[in-house]
Nanobody, 125 residues
Framework: QVQFVESGGGLVMAGESLRLSCVASGLRLDYYAMGWFRQAPGKEREEISCISSGSSNTYYEDSIKGRFITSRDNAKNTVYLQMNSLKPEDTAVYYC??????????????????WGRGTRVTVSA
């Protein structure tokens, strides 16, 4: 019933940009903090950002801080991840995730309830 569909991934060269979108259905995002995760080949899934339900607060993992920006449009039930200055180490499958509270804790301290199926980002050197 609850679904999250990511899009916007693809193959880019280092230094280029992508914008990922996550569209939710089956629930309204108004009261949910939303995170982005990524899973690189051979590595565990890691949380890289969290945005509060009203966009008042955002948190970023150190490796993407200053390069990636998460935003949301609750009227469209959509969360975004703008990825700039992409690096080969950003290559991963990117997932959006819903947290059943309105606030974010620091990265690594959040729990999430639902995930999308992911969109693949490949960055070539």
């Amino acid at each position: 019933q609850v679904q999250f569909v990511e899009s916007g991934g693809g193959l880019v060269m280092a230094g280029e940009s992508l914008r990922l979108s996550c569209v939710a259905s089956g629930l309204r995002l108004d009261y949910y903090a939303m995170g982005w995760f990524r899973q690189a080949p051979g590595k565990e899934r890691e949380e890289i950002s969290c945005i509060s339900s009203g966009s008042s607060n955002t948190y970023y993992e150190d490796s993407i801080k200053g390069r990636f920006i998460t935003s949301r449009d609750n009227a469209k039930n959509t969360v975004y991840l703008q990825m700039n200055s992409l690096k080969p180490e950003d290559t991963a499958v990117y997932y959006c995730a819903a947290r059943a509270v309105s606030r974010c804790n620091s990265i690594g301290k959040n729990t999430y309830d639902s995930w999308g199926r992911g969109t693949r980002v490949t960055v070539s050197a």
